[in-house]
């Protein structure tokens, strides 16, 4: 694919979709190898470290991909209009997930979990609620007056996860082990599930023609994530979430609620302060990088 000989910047889409289309779809690999090795001078963007790992183990190409967050300097900068003094004051916990109502409902694994939680730390008089629960929608300048947020990820990326980091705010989450365990007993990364639309049977992943899978290195193929804790935490330690710094990882849930006792709001204050000067300085250096692509791109 190509436009005139000029370079392409190509952006991953979800991992889900890559294979979940039916049981005999292959199509992704080899158009994304196609497209590399055609025209090798375009360029792969990806945001979380799964991306490129998934991408290299089907298709020997995840050397292609640029590997460059996603900012959300807008969050960022709401917090900044709020007076710090303000910042964490409200002792509610918010919880994450956060969907709206009538999506999966009652049997979300996710809700489930985090149900759980909400009546962990309220048995040891910590209120926890979903911010939707609170305000219906809701502004940044709303969550940053918050103490914390427990958040269960569900895939390798979220972008309300990612917009309350930008924010500042500090995030409790089940450490990659402990996910993998929750994974394995209640489905909750299920949107990491290999499986095929038509069949709802595990999909054994379609590799590029001339390609195989086990030359990639990795230990685990993307399809044991559902069937043992320990490819789970193996991918699952790819996630973006466990890749940027000031992320609070709890092991278990007496971790989590003996953390929970002991946070303050100064520390909160503390750990937004890092977070936001962090992602300034990430902001700048990818808002450079982006330039320097674009124009690469239009001059090649």
Not at 240 to 259: C, K, M
Not at 264 to 287: M, P, W, Y
Request: charged share 20%.
């Amino acid at each position: 694919v190509s436009y005139a000989g000029k370079r392409l910047i190509v952006e991953l889409g979800w991992r889900h979709d890559m294979q979940r289309h039916n049981a005999a779809s292959c199509k992704w690999a080899a158009k994304f190898a196609s497209l590399l090795r055609s025209i090798p001078k375009h360029l792969v963007i990806a945001h979380t470290p799964f991306d490129v790992a998934y991408v290299h183990h089907f298709t020997g190409l995840g050397g292609h991909v640029k590997l460059l967050e996603y900012t959300s300097g807008h969050w960022m900068r709401a917090a900044m209009e709020v007076p710090e003094k303000q910042h964490h004051t409200d002792p509610t916990v918010l919880l994450l997930p956060d969907r709206r109502s009538g999506q999966m409902g009652q049997l979300d694994p996710d809700q489930q979990i985090v149900r759980l939680l909400r009546s962990l730390l309220e048995a040891q008089g910590i209120n926890a609620v979903t911010a939707r629960e609170l305000y219906g929608s809701y502004s940044p300048w709303q969550i940053v007056r918050h103490l914390a947020a427990v958040a269960v990820p569900y895939s390798a990326y979220s972008f309300q996860l990612a917009d309350w980091y930008w924010l500042g705010m500090s995030l409790f989450v089940p450490s990659p082990r402990f996910l993998a365990h929750l994974h394995y007993e209640y489905n909750v990364v299920y949107e990491l599930l290999e499986f095929c639309y038509d069949k709802w049977e595990t999909c054994h992943g379609c590799a590029s023609a001339g390609w195989r899978p086990n030359a990639s290195r990795h230990r685990w193929a993307p399809r044991e994530i559902a069937e043992t804790p320990k490819a789970a935490d193996y991918w699952f330690s790819r996630f973006w979430i466990y890749n940027v710094p000031h992320i609070r990882l709890f092991g278990s849930t007496a971790d989590l609620l003996e953390q929970m006792k002991r946070f303050s709001a100064r520390e909160a204050r503390q750990t937004g302060r890092r977070i936001r000067a962090r992602n300034k300085r990430v902001l700048k250096a990818t808002r450079m990088h982006w330039h320097y692509l674009l124009n690469a791109a239009l001059d090649s």
